[in-house]
């Protein structure tokens, strides 16, 4: 792009009007779920038995008979041609980025030469689209190229415009997982049943515990006219040259700020649709970077909100696209200022109202949160190292750590209230702090739990996995994943803890039992006994994770070295722990990933990562020879002629005093352009050197420690070339002319 153009289109981009802000007669609760066919369309839609049927199958996830799901299929059918549905399709998560979806028509021959509309049972509840070119890391060969997907009733089928969008599992030939979602159905049956067989101890009533997720979704717009003069963001989804803008975060005016009008059309357009696709968004805000904001809907039950999240990620594109918008979920869009994250509020609650992790009214309330409490953060020490595997990215490497985002060492915040409890009941050898009773429940001066649900402000926000009086929030995991791959980790590991801390929690029953001081009437049961006992050594042994410092400092990298937990910085050595012994065991014990799915997930880790090193190179490379490059030595040619008229003109001595400051700048460029050059041909030289290497892992490596560095290296003088080259023939839009919608 030539400046002149460069400034017109900065021009227009500020002069845009916002559109019309959506206005709607019908209330949020009225239009909620329309484009759903949830149970009151289904109850209005299918046959009552069929009705039934499918209750049970969502709820206790009973099978499905075809003889049902042709039942349903009609009724469904019926629903969405109402809507003028002429489509269906199968929508999977697979391995790469985002959604896979592939439409079939309702149409039929009628076999008398016209044409019939329907959907049949077999349609509804599985397909076989080609798997061969979605990664599977070699799983299925390509001439066993396929893979099935099939429904997962859990999450109800939707409409976008004439297509009804079916969640479905994607699954290979031989039955191993190929998507996010199959593993996390898995890992969410693993942890909903531990946790059952735990809440046993304490509810008689309880018969399901639903593992829920509320995720708060970052992300930046930019102008769609500036975004397409900047081929490194088309191209990569972040900026990879461009100096500071003089003014961005420093102000703090933008967090919590009033919201642009432009941004406000996008923003309340973009709800109305989530709504109406049963989407429960209820917070949105100006987030701290200037252009950059956050959306977050009610938690939902895991499975589903991971699906919301992914189809919220497409609408947010889609909608920005009508407002003139690009939607920027990449975590590192822009150096120096904050980057986009996805936390993720995880909890667990029963079918009865009770919520897990938040602390209750009675002593043997607070024992069971106290239960859950520390069997997460038993969970979470054990896989740190895993956890952080599942969160890291190539792109969201940009973010972890820097000073904005929890560091890539995962540890946990709980607040002054609840570590003072967890340090007394470790320390003491009194178990009545619990007692059935509720007399001695004060008798070690501990604040009573309860009032944690009040103690919510002393929020640490440099802390990874932050308690917040009745759930987790993870806070490492990135603006564009897929929570998916968190919540597999996170759910199975707790799962894990709990079966393991059910185990040794019966046999010191057993044990118990046997003593008369410990029989039943006496308010100290065996039972009880035994679990102060076992969250006693527990609460010991997890120590390791729990801190509540400055998570940014460089003190704690040291000290948690110390304490054993996972320090590695290198994102492809990260994902390697999805490989160690003790993930391996634990993903088998939980059946959530065999060892060959795992081994083929991480190798697709490795390849992802290979590749957007390898694209982000390729283009910069070509951004420099062709983009800055050329202007730089232009304006250098400028200054060049410059000095030759003036030595024209000028006796030589006072000519060299002239032009004296255009030399220095002669200089500059050339010590600028001569380093990108030189180092460019590196990058391709590196790069070159690492496309050699056999091993996925080693190469993924060999990117990290010699490509990537590069870029940084190479960045450095292209921005400091930004600054001293003519504004008029700069040819990318600058930090301070994207950051700023008006
Ligand atoms: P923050 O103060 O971190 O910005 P928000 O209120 O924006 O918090 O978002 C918190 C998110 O946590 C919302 O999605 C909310 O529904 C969710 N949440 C609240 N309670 C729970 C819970 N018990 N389990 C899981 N998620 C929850
Ligand atoms: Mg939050």
Known sequence: MSSTLRFQVVAEAFKKKPLEIPSREDRPSEFFAKYVFNRQKMFKYLPTKVYEKMCDVMDNGTTLDLETADAVAEGMKRWAMELGVTHCTHWFQPLTEGTAEKHDGFVEHDWQGGMVEEFTGKALVQQEPDASSFPSGGIRSTFEARGYSAWDPASPVFVIGDTLMIPTVFISYTGEALDYKAPLKKALKAVCEAAMNVAGYFYDDVTKVISNLGWEQEYFLVDEDLYAARPDLLMTGRTLMGHDSAKNQQMDDHYFGAIPRRVAAFMK???????????????????????????????????????????????????????????????????????????????????????????????????????????????????????????????????????????????????????????????????????????????????????????????????????????????????????????????????????????????????????????????????????????????????????????????????????????????????????????????????????????????????????????????????????ILPVATRYQSQLIDNVHRISEIFPAEEAREVSADNLKLIRQISSHTSFISKHVERLTDARRVANRIQSESERAIAYHDTVAPLLEDIRYHVDKLELIVDDELWPLPKYREMLFIR
């Open 269 to 627: 357009d973009l709800e109305i649709q989530a709504l109406e696709l049963g989407i429960p968004c209820k917070t949105r805000h100006n987030e701290v970077a200037p252009n950059q904001f956050e959306l977050a809907p009610i938690f939902e039950e895991t499975n589903l909100a991971v699906d919301h999240n992914m189809l919220m990620m497409s609408l947010m594109r889609d909608v920005a696209r009508k407002h003139g918008f690009r939607c920027l979920l990449h975590e590192k869009p822009f150096a120096g200022i904050n980057g986009s994250g996805k936390h993720c509020n995880w909890s667990l609650s029963t079918n009865t109202g009770v919520q897990l992790h938040s602390p209750g009214k009675t002593p043997m309330d607070n024992l069971r949160f106290v239960t859950f409490l520390v069997e997460t953060l038993m969970g979470v020490y054990r896989h740190n190292g895993l956890l952080k595997g599942s969160i890291i990215s190539a792109t969201n490497a940009h973010r972890l750590g820097s000073n904005e985002a929890p560091p890539a060492i995962i540890s946990s915040f709980l607040g002054k209230q609840l570590s003072d409890l967890l340090t007394a009941l470790e320390t003491s050898g009194d178990n009545h702090l619990f007692d059935l009773s509720g007399k001695q429940a004060l008798s070690l001066n501990i604040p009573q739990v309860p009032e944690l649900l009040l103690d919510n402000t002393d929020r640490n926000r440099t802390s990874p996995f932050a308690f917040t009086g009745n759930r987790f929030e993870f806070r490492a995991v990135g603006s564009s994943a897929n929570c998916a791959a968190a919540m597999i980790v996170l759910n199975a590991a707790v799962a894990e803890a709990l079966s393991d801390f059910k185990t040794r929690v019966d046999v010191r029953i057993a044990e118990y039992s046997l003593r008369p001081e410990y029989s039943e009437g006496t308010g100290h049961t065996a039972k009880y006994h035994a679990i102060v006992d076992i969250l006693r050594e527990d609460i010991k042994a997890c120590k390791p994770i729990h801190f509540e410092g400055n998570g940014y400092s460089d003190e704690w990298k040291e000290e948690a070295c110390r304490r054993g937990l996972d320090v590695e910085q290198c994102a492809p050595k990260m994902f390697l722990r999805y490989l160690a012994s003790e993930s391996i065991e634990m993903f088998r014990k939980t059946g959530v990933l065999t060892e060959a799915e795992l081994t083929a997930r991480t190798d697709i880790k490795l390849e992802t990562y290979t590749k957007k090193i390898q694209i982000e190179a390729r283009i910069f490379g070509d951004l420099c020879l062709n983009h």
